[in-house]
């Protein structure tokens, strides 16, 4: 498993760093709406690396918080006010201006963006290839989103857990926290088996969570504690 923290001003430097929450690689096959658990193969846990994995600085790249990989290779991040793409020599241009901060962000498989912002106006947005934008659900405060195998949007902040419809919108609330719960979701990541979702969280105690999913990814019963003392527990990024 891999947890990838993203550090950036005018530069941007991608830290890639190992934690044992499983070794197997995710792979949805060729159908990215089966939920059907792919084979997780044999793998050695106890030879992961204890230290930086790899590191890579991007010349004249910017970034926010989130990034994104879109289909020509280009790097999608934001510099609080736009979104930025770059490519991986350094070049860069304006992809959507005046969006504001975003901070996670997603690709769907017909090459429109998932981004979500926090702090603004907590909106998540789908914005299309050439740049057309679209409020996809207003105020949802999610600090970050992936794309479940099921093809349904998961996303988390400080409110809870969600699972979003990316055509419709429509919410399904999976867990509620609120500022003043103990610890509140901040990241998520599904196992290689698709049997668990992994919660990284903002907690004092730095802890990861994990919550058991049936075989339609539902939740059973409550998010348990799988491990404490990661970082000074503010996930930033999370991820198999």
Known sequence: MSAIHVLSSSLLVLLLALVPLGCAPESLGDDPHDPSPPDP???????????????????????????????????????ESSLIKSSYSGDWRVFVPGVGTVEGMVYLPDGDLIVTTSWDDGHMRRITPSGGTTVLVHGLNAYSVVLGPD?????????????????TGDVDTLMETGHSAPWS??????????????????????????????????PIGEPREFVSGVGRGWHDGLGM
């Open 41 to 79: 193969g044999d793998y050695d846990c106890t030879s992961l690396p204890d230290t930086l994995a790899a590191e890579t600085t991007i010349e004249g790249a910017r970034a926010y918080k989130g990034l994104a990989f879109d289909n020509d290779g280009d790097i999608v991040g934001n510099d």
């Open 185 to 218: 979701a901040r990241t998520l990541a599904f196992s290689a088996q698709l049997d668990r979702l992994y919660i990284g969280t903002v907690d004092d105690d730095g802890r990861i969570f994990y919550w058991d999913l049936d075989e339609d990814l539902e």
């Open 151 to 167: 093809g349904l949007l998961y996303a988390a902040g400080w409110d809870g857990a969600f699972r979003v419809d990316p055509d």
